[in-house]
DNA sequence: GTGATTGCAAATCTTTTGCACTAAA
DNA sequence: TTTAGTGCAAAAGATTTGCAATCAC
């Protein structure tokens, strides 16, 4: 039960190996200003700890539930929102219906399941863009996402 | 006044240069196994004639309306996406609470200008993906999107 | 005619919002 | 205390659907 590196990286004050994720995540969350209220933590927990993962705020929300943590949808959306605003989610925009969050925050790239609907990572050296054109004169790019949405042959 | 060329381009019949756009967008549309009813012929001229564009339902629904065009929503709406089975159209997916609709079907790419949800091409040959890692077992890669994301400086 | 298409309104789905209540600092 | 955060229900926005009326062939 370890945090993954990369979230929470502006902790002021860094945990050693053997405190309690709890702990860890409730620092994490001062660290971006965000109050580590009861529901912010179960969530974060949900997120943060055991493998990367992408989820809608309904997959979330379901999960909660399961888990017997008592959380509104509306609760689950700002705070997927917050955390994305703090920079610990990124939102991937593959499905005009939907959004999905990715706890991975690394330089990366995804697959699409469109029968599915599911995403995977695909690591960011695995794909490469050699060549883009300048971005419009006055503008900045702010990312670049390759999506390869696959289908069953 | 001029159909640009790669859209109907399974016209059993080519139809030569004086000819009406009319009759064109007409057998263009029987092509595809489409009727060609007042609303899709006059949806098909609003879309094809002119430059490439980027337009979602609510757009070209006012869009044909300033025109006095006759047409619902909701046909609007199933005529993109018959359009879109029909090869004659691509969605793009950029914003995940909309769907646009590209009329340019040749390979290219996207800039994508969040702050006013406006999308522009970048032709094919302006982006090179040079690396690709291959598709999960069983599956075969259906489209590599690259959007851009800008922003003003 | 007959089967496809349309329009409208209602339904659905995702997401946001208003506001009284609750909890963190 | 004081202010941020939460839950709920209602609202909003995009899209789909059911079905009778209409149109293309």
Redesign the pocket.
């Known amino acids: 039960m370890t945090m993954r590196k990369g979230h929470f990286e502006k902790m002021e004050i860094m945990k050693t190996e053997n405190q309690r994720p709890y702990k860890q995540v409730l620092d994490g969350l001062?660290a971006v200003g965000?109050?580590?209220?009861?529901?912010?933590l179960a969530l974060a927990k949900l997120l943060f700890e055991g493998e990367d993962r992408h989820v809608?705020?309904?997959m979330l929300h379901a999960e909660a539930q399961a888990a017997s943590i008592?959380?509104?949808?509306?609760?689950v959306?700002?705070?997927l929102?917050q955390f994305t605003t703090a920079g610990l989610l990124r939102e991937i925009v593959v499905d005009?219906?939907?959004?999905y969050f990715d706890t991975n925050m690394s330089d990366h790239h995804h697959f699409f399941f469109e029968s599915t609907s599911r995403l995977e990572d695909i690591p960011g050296d695995e794909v490469v863009v050699a060549k883009l054109p300048d971005p419009p004169a006055g503008m900045s790019v702010k990312r670049v996402d390759v999506v390869v949405r696959v289908e069953a042959i």
Not at 34 to 40: D, K, S, V
Not at 70 to 75: E, K, N, P, Y
Not at 96 to 99: A, L, V
């Open positions: 001062r965000l109050r580590p209220t009861r529901q912010r809608t705020a309904e008592r959380v509104s949808l509306a609760t959306y700002n705070t929102h005009s219906q939907r959004s």
